[in-house]
């Protein structure tokens, strides 16, 4: 079943599991729709779901940023190795945000809030995963290198 926007038990428990003053790291995994599906009567001109995507993207952007946020990674997903046949992604991001505050105080702004309608209508399915970063055990050998950032 696909899964656009964040249902309010879903929001609920974000709330209750993540930590208040920890750095967050956002996936987002998207799969857009050929044609976006406005909803009937609207204003927007018919377009693709990428295209759609990007309106949404021209004030999220400026949101994520506007509460200290960056992308860190937006890269187009070539094949899938290791997932159930039928799960196929576009595009994926991972965007850095200062906190659970930063993040949430960005959904519930009210220009962030209208251009959701761009999203929504983009997109087929997608996941929102929340992460944190963690050091690497030194004792495993893994020593990560962050190439992410110029």
Known sequence: M???????????AFTAQVADDTPLLMLNLLRFQAQASYASGSSHAPCSGREAYARYSQTAL????????????????????????????????LVRYPSKAAFLSMLADPEYRAATEHRTAALADSRLIANTEHPAPAQQGFQPQNKLKP
């Open 62 to 93: 400026r949101k994520v940023r506007g509460v200290g946020g960056e992308v860190q990674i937006m890269a187009h997903a070539q094949a899938v190795l290791i997932a159930p046949a039928d799960e196929q992604w576009d595009e994926l991001l």
């Open 2 to 12: 696909p899964s656009i926007n964040p249902s309010p038990a879903q929001l609920a």
